[in-house]
């Protein structure tokens, strides 16, 4: 997928949005879910367990730019290597993880020339 494409694939995840949020919201109509000068949403408290756990931690990330800080200092923890094309970035993070260290209540923010521009799904992954 070239550059162009994926940059119009993340425009549209970030405008547009589901009505639903019971978990079948890609099956719903489209509507907007971010909203201009939103704040980043709080992490839940993690269900399963900490990303921090010291079994698992090997694969968390420090925050080094910003939009880092901003993601973590909303309570998430940052897995993956930052996604980026042109001047979107897309920061994964994660609020708890499962037995296997897999990520469970996570989501993608993205962030546009370093403002965050909203989230990739309504509800939590």
Known sequence: MGGRSLLLVVTLLVVESAAALSGGWLDQPLSAWNQPGAAIPAAPAP????????RCASGLRQA?????????SAGWSLYAEPKKR????VLLGEASIDGMCRPWDY???VFVKGAFAGTL????M
Do not use: H, I, N, Y
Request: glycine share 8%.
């Open 47 to 54: 269900k399963g367990d900490s990303p921090t756990d010291p």
């Open 107 to 109: 989501q993608a923010f």
């Open 121 to 124: 799904s309504p509800s939590l």
């Open 64 to 72: 080094e730019s910003p939009s880092e800080r901003l993601v973590t």
């Open 86 to 89: 042109g001047t979107v970035t």
